[in-house]
């Protein structure tokens, strides 16, 4: 079966560059979801579209910003990077109405 | 957002043994989740609940969504050593998931 799909798994970055991160959800899935995990934490919410309209924000930075294309895929894009933003950013899509969510392989960003 | 209570924090157990953690929360969930992951890895989904009081087993798991829909537990099994890694409780409202802390589960061949 189909998983969420993102890219890249891996991105080094410099301070104060910009990094893009790309996710695929499940085809027929409408909600989609960005969390940031730091090390030996829980995912922190960022932000969610439905039907590729933003329906919720989390604890996203300002320099972060996001949005769904109309092939439903997503973008994260992260700019003015600091080394704190050093992290597994996960995608996540779930069907309507089903309470159930699935993760995608993560990027990992490393900010130097 | 709201956070979870999830205990243990992490467990050392010996292959074979059977494993039980729990999460509690304030606040009432429509739908429960139990995820495991794997370092660097995304988090898998395990078991999914969906009404107060459901009993649902996957193989070797078997999770419960409480009937106050404020907390669920997941059980293993005769733990095997590939069930190490971190598992994660979720809990889902209004368009929203609420993850908790996490137990880290180490299995002693």
């Known amino acids: 079966a189909a998983g969420v799909i993102q890219s890249p798994r891996h991105l080094i970055k410099e301070k104060r560059e910009t990094a893009t991160l790309k996710c695929y959800p499940i085809?027929?899935?409408?909600?989609v979801y960005w969390y940031q995990q730091g090390p030996g934490q829980d995912p922190q919410f960022l932000i969610s579209?439905?039907?590729?309209?933003?329906?919720d924000k989390g604890s996203i930075p300002d320099r972060f910003s996001a949005q769904q294309f109309s092939d439903y895929h997503s973008e994260l894009n992260m700019s003015s990077l600091e080394l704190g933003d050093s992290a597994l950013y996960f995608c996540?899509?779930?069907?309507?109405?089903?309470?159930?969510?699935?993760f995608g392989e993560g990027s990992r960003l490393t900010v130097l | 957002g709201q956070q979870l209570n999830q205990s243990p924090q992490s467990m050392f157990i010996q292959e074979g043994e059977d494993v039980s953690m729990n999460c509690t929360s304030s606040?009432?969930?429509?739908?429960w989740l139990w995820y495991k992951q794997d370092p660097g890895e995304g988090p898998v989904l395990l078991i999914a609940?969906?009404?107060?009081?459901e009993l649902t087993s996957n193989g070797r798991l078997t999770a419960q969504f409480g009937i106050t829909r404020k907390d669920s537990f997941l059980n293993i099994s005769a733990s095997i050593p590939s069930d190490v890694g971190i598992y994660f409780c979720?809990?889902?409202?209004?368009?929203?998931?609420?993850f908790g802390t996490g137990t880290s589960l180490t299995v002693i061949p």
């Open positions: 579209f439905y039907e590729k309209m933003q329906s």
């Open positions: 085809p027929r899935h409408d909600t």
């Open positions: 979720a809990g889902y409202y209004g368009n929203q998931f609420y």
């Open positions: 609940l969906y009404k107060a009081g």
């Open positions: 606040s009432i969930f429509n739908t």
């Open positions: 996540a899509s779930s069907p309507e109405g089903t309470g159930e969510l699935f």
